[in-house]
């Protein structure tokens, strides 16, 4: 079957199968669920797949809300990524319903002719995107999911198609002060103040920024600041990520933000606890290759893709992208001036142009599938890698 057959076919498809996903897409962001609690999520996921003829198995690699499905059996093996967690307090507001509904059908309309053109095919259910640290990518890529596949590919909802955006690497980590609780205005001298630690710690950020990478980026919240303004706070606790262009930055620059925390400590007395911040998200290295693939296909369809070069989020494809090839570019759902992580993009992710969206992105992560099978150069290439 040459590629332009096998294409109108991955098409045919997926065209018949556009309300279910669109269904799915709904239903998930009606449901949101946090990272590894995605119990919904990836049982309709994996039940659509199932539907559909994929071998699936929900629950793999000791992760609950994991799960493979496979489809065909050519030599050249494309993993597509789900994600399916939500935010904290904002619902689906990355647009992983999107992401989830797109990368199943991106599978069906690969599926559907992968024995054709020399595919096998598998959904990975990648849950956890959004926790910052071991996340569901993360383990998986160490616990071997991806082991003996060639390429992996994901498309993310943004308010505009940009092919190669700028991710970073991250990491997450926890920080708390223990102090010692004092009647604040009757014997503040027996108090350790856990408040100034961080607040101590907080200038000192403030300070640090002037002195790190433009590319750099540090932000966290305080998520215990004390329980009464008449006793001395004992215990606070912050979580902070910090950015760089590359985990080897991002090692450099690791060092200097624990040594502002570890300045309140000094400053108050107080004790200094870290956890987190040992599994970080890398920064994507995208496959050329497979994302012109990508951007043309799309382009095909009709959408337009701008450049954005100042954009710099964090993702755990990027772990992916470092053990194997891999694209992720980002696919417009029509929502400036919303962007990711507010309500107003959670809201923008379930309208028409959200659903034109999955329907797109499915279709021309499918159709890259063909080209990378049918092209021998590219093929040979990616067969060499594993
Ligand atoms: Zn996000
Ligand atoms: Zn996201």
């Known amino acids: 079957m040459d590629a332009m057959m096998a294409k109108a076919g991955a098409r045919e498809r997926l065209n018949g199968s556009?309300?279910?996903?669109?269904d799915l897409s709904h239903h998930i962001h009606a449901h949101p669920e946090l990272g590894y609690q995605e119990e919904l999520a990836s049982r309709w996921l994996a039940e659509a797949l199932a539907d559909a003829g994929f071998a699936v198995e929900l629950g793999v690699h000791d992760l609950p809300t994991a799960f493979v499905a496979r489809a065909g059996s050519g030599p050249l093996h494309?993993?597509?990524?789900?994600?399916y967690d939500c935010l904290p307090a904002i619902g689906h507001a990355c647009g992983h319903n999107i992401i989830a509904a797109m990368a199943v059908g991106a599978g069906l309309a690969a599926a559907q002719v992968a024995d054709e053109v020399g595919?096998?095919?598998?959904?990975?259910?990648?849950?956890?995107e959004e926790v910052g640290n071991a996340s569901g990518k993360v383990l998986l890529?160490?616990?071997?999911?991806?082991?003996?596949?060639?390429?992996?590919?994901?498309?993310?909802?943004?308010?505009?198609?940009?092919?190669?955006?700028?991710?970073?690497?991250?990491?997450?980590?926890?920080?708390?002060?223990?102090?010692?609780?004092?009647?604040?205005?009757?014997?503040?001298?027996?108090?350790?103040?856990?408040?100034?630690?961080l607040t101590v710690a907080q200038v000192a950020i403030g300070l640090l920024r002037q002195h790190i990478r433009i590319t750099d980026r540090i932000h966290g919240i305080t998520t215990k600041g004390g329980d009464a303004p008449n006793v001395i706070p004992a215990h606070t606790a912050a979580t902070y990520i910090v950015r760089?262009?590359?985990?080897?930055?991002?090692?450099?620059?690791?060092?200097?933000?624990?040594?502002?925390?570890?300045?309140?400590?000094?400053?108050?007395g107080a004790r200094l606890?870290?956890?987190?911040?040992d599994k970080p998200y890398a920064h994507v290295v995208h496959h050329t290759a497979l994302s012109l693939l990508y951007q043309r296909n799309a382009e095909t369809l009709g959408r337009q893709f701008v450049e954005m070069a100042q954009v710099a989020g964090t993702t755990d494809m990027g772990n992916v992208s470092l053990?194997?090839?891999?694209?992720?570019?980002?696919?417009?759902?029509?929502?400036?001036?919303?962007?990711?992580h507010q309500p107003e993009f959670a809201a923008a992710c379930t309208t028409p142009a959200?659903?034109?969206?999955?329907?797109?992105?499915?279709?021309?992560?499918?159709?890259?599938?063909?080209?990378?099978?049918?092209?021998?150069?590219?093929?040979?290439?990616?067969?060499?890698?594993?």
């Not at 060639?150 to 920080?175: E, Q, S, T």
Request: charged share 15%; proline share 6%; aromatic share 6%.
């Open 18 to 22: 556009q309300q279910t996903l669109i």
């Open 78 to 83: 494309v993993a597509i990524c789900a994600e």
């Open 119 to 128: 595919l096998t095919v598998t959904v990975l259910g990648t849950p956890a």
């Open 141 to 197: 890529l160490e616990r071997g999911a991806f082991d003996g596949m060639h390429a992996a590919m994901m498309v993310h909802p943004g308010p505009l198609d940009i092919a190669l955006p700028n991710l970073i690497a991250a990491a997450l980590f926890n920080v708390r002060y223990t102090g010692k609780e004092a009647h604040a205005a009757a014997f503040p001298e027996l108090g350790i103040n856990a408040a100034d630690a």
């Open 244 to 268: 760089a262009e590359t985990l080897g930055q991002l090692e450099e620059l690791t060092p200097r933000l624990f040594h502002c925390f570890e300045a309140g400590a000094l400053a108050t």
């Open 273 to 277: 606890e870290f956890d987190g911040g």
């Open 323 to 340: 053990g194997l090839p891999a694209i992720h570019p980002l696919i417009g759902i029509n929502s400036l001036p919303a962007v990711n």
């Open 354 to 386: 959200a659903d034109q969206a999955l329907m797109d992105g499915a279709l021309a992560m499918a159709w890259t599938a063909v080209d990378a099978a049918a092209d021998d150069t590219l093929r040979a290439s990616l067969l060499g890698q594993a």
